[in-house]
């Protein structure tokens, strides 16, 4: 059971580059979300999705896009690339049965470095 | 929005000493839960509070609800080598889907 995954582990960009972080969880998890790790900053999230076809801003969503148009996956697209999007990203999910509902799972991060 | 204070931003014990962390917040949270991290990996849970006042062990950790809903404690006791890590509080609300996390406590441990 490889839980949350994914890819890649460390990215580096330029500052106007494109490109989509992947997430994939083979726990049939309704919820999915992206939170971005900074140092003294905690984990912020930066958009979610309750289920296929669904997705909403989280708190720190300018400069990225997602959808989710299946239950596994959940990719996070960043457009153009800035060097303030320098951080570690996080996927995780959850299900949506209320006797676990708030418990997370994570995957194992992504740093990027936009230069 | 909600925000939560984690503290002490870090800590630098002697093996064998306990550790005391807290979170406080403005708001009520209905679930408070308190996670890991460790050095390339994502946070991974370690307790999970649902009642005002609840009281929950894992092992050495021990984490309490507070009874106003606004913070929780997370207490390691008899600290070891593998307890390093970032520690993070995170609060819920029922419905709405989100958590909060704090800023993490960073834990170091002088063998």
């Known amino acids: 059971n490889a839980g949350v995954t994914q890819t890649p582990k460390f990215q580096v960009l330029k500052t106007g580059q494109s490109m989509t972080l992947q997430c994939a969880q083979d726990m049939n998890h309704e919820y999915m979300s992206w939170y971005r790790q900074d140092p003294g900053m905690g984990l912020r999230l930066i958009h979610y999705?309750?289920?296929?076809?669904?997705?909403d801003q989280g708190e720190v969503p300018n400069g990225y896009n997602v959808s989710r148009s299946t239950t596994e996956d959940f990719p996070l697209r960043l457009l153009s690339a800035a060097p303030s999007q320098t951080s570690v990203y996080f996927c995780a999910s959850r299900t949506l049965a209320y006797s676990t509902n708030e418990k997370l799972f994570f995957g194992s991060g992504t740093q990027l470095s936009v230069l | 929005g909600q925000q939560l204070n984690q503290s002490p931003q870090s800590m630098f014990i002697q093996e064998g000493e306990d550790v005391s962390m807290n979170c406080t917040s403005s708001s009520i949270f209905n679930t408070w839960l308190w996670y890991k991290q460790e050095p390339g990996e994502g946070p991974v849970l370690l307790i999970a509070?649902?009642?005002?006042?609840e009281l929950t062990s894992n092992g050495r950790l021990t984490a309490q609800f507070g009874i106003t809903r606004k913070d929780s404690f997370l207490n390691i006791s008899a600290s070891i080598p593998s307890d390093v890590g970032i520690y993070f509080c995170?609060?819920?609300?029922?419905?709405?889907?989100?958590?909060?996390f704090g800023q993490g406590t960073r834990l170091t441990i002088n063998p």
């Open positions: 509070l649902y009642k005002a006042g």
């Open positions: 999705s309750v289920g296929a076809g669904i997705t």
């Open positions: 995170a609060g819920g609300t029922r419905g709405a889907q989100k958590l909060v």
